[in-house]
């Protein structure tokens, strides 16, 4: 069964089609990292996939059911979205900010030390031990981008094999060792049976973490499959329109994107 389940979606604003017939699908313990130039409808997906917006046409299922059918309370328990950004001005603490996460589970006075641990948990993840106390609103954008990632992983610290994380843009504001962190993060939980779904703006990290490529190039399906065969240098020069070569990472099994 698929984790997450896409057929001939489209969207459309007046006359214009902003999605076309885009399916691909999501298997447990895969990472999609989704590609494509600005404007390619990557954002539109997304939104479509969490039901933000309904298609013009097509199906989406998740978990081997339609998304219509989901309650919203139930579908949160198992699925997490970390948006590009995530406007908090309250001044919480750190921990606070994470324990959101756990709001749509069951929550008794029992649970709360589960939940605790669970939360702790995700900030060591994360690379965050230490930061329980501190407040939210003195962080960099790039630890409150971690914070977030935490309070993600909190939402779906689950023992459910039905897990799907859908990240936008993840690494946008972090670091270079931090990029590396999250993504690994996420992969991480790919291996415990997760599901993950990546839009990623630099191509050599969805080409060392993904197992498997969408390209999306003016609303339009461009190429979906495992990441060695989609990152073709062909198909990356048309989709970018720009001049791209693909080799041989030097010390990676993956390969490396060049742009000339």
């Known amino acids: 069964m698929s984790l997450l389940k896409a057929q001939d979606l489209s969207f459309q604003v007046k006359e214009r089609y902003l999605l076309q017939h885009v399916g691909f699908s999501v298997e447990p313990g895969e990472f999609l990292a989704v590609i494509g130039r600005n404007g390619a409808g990557k954002t539109t ?19 081997g059911r339609p998304l219509a059918e989901f309650a919203q309370k139930d579908l949160a328990t198992k699925r997490a979205v ?41 900030l060591a993840q994360v690379g965050l031990q230490g930061f329980e106390r501190r407040n939210y609103l003195t962080l960099s954008g790039g630890e409150q981008q971690r914070v977030q990632l935490a309070r993600t992983l909190c939402q779906i610290a689950t023992d459910s094999p039905e897990r799907l994380l859908f990240l936008d843009e993840p690494t946008s504001s972090l670091d270079v060792s931090h990029q590396h962190r999250v993504l690994e993060t996420a992969k991480k939980i790919c291996h415990e049976g997760a599901g993950v779904f990546a839009i990623l ?41 720009h001049n791209i070569m693909v080799t041989d990472h030097p010390r990676l099994n993956c390969k490396l994107i060049v742009t000339c």
């Not at 997906?45 to 978990?63: A, C, H, M, S, Y």
């Not at 756990?102 to 029992?110: D, L, V, Y």
């Not at 630099?202 to 499959?225: C, E, H, P, S």
């Open 45 to 63: 997906l997304l939104r479509l996939l969490t039901n933000d917006l309904t298609p013009k046409t097509g199906k989406i299922e998740i978990f």
């Open 82 to 122: 970390l948006a590009q950004s995530t406007p908090l001005n309250f001044a919480f603490e750190v921990l606070e900010v994470v324990l959101l996460g756990r709001i749509p589970h069951e929550r008794t006075a029992s649970s709360f030390e589960q939940d605790l641990e669970i939360a702790m948990a995700a």
């Open 201 to 241: 703006h630099d191509i050599n990290l969805a080409a060392q973490y993904a197992d498997k490529v969408l390209i999306l190039a003016g609303g339009r399906k461009v190429a979906f499959g495992p990441t060695a065969d989609v990152l073709k240098a062909d198909i990356l020069s048309a989709a970018f329109q």
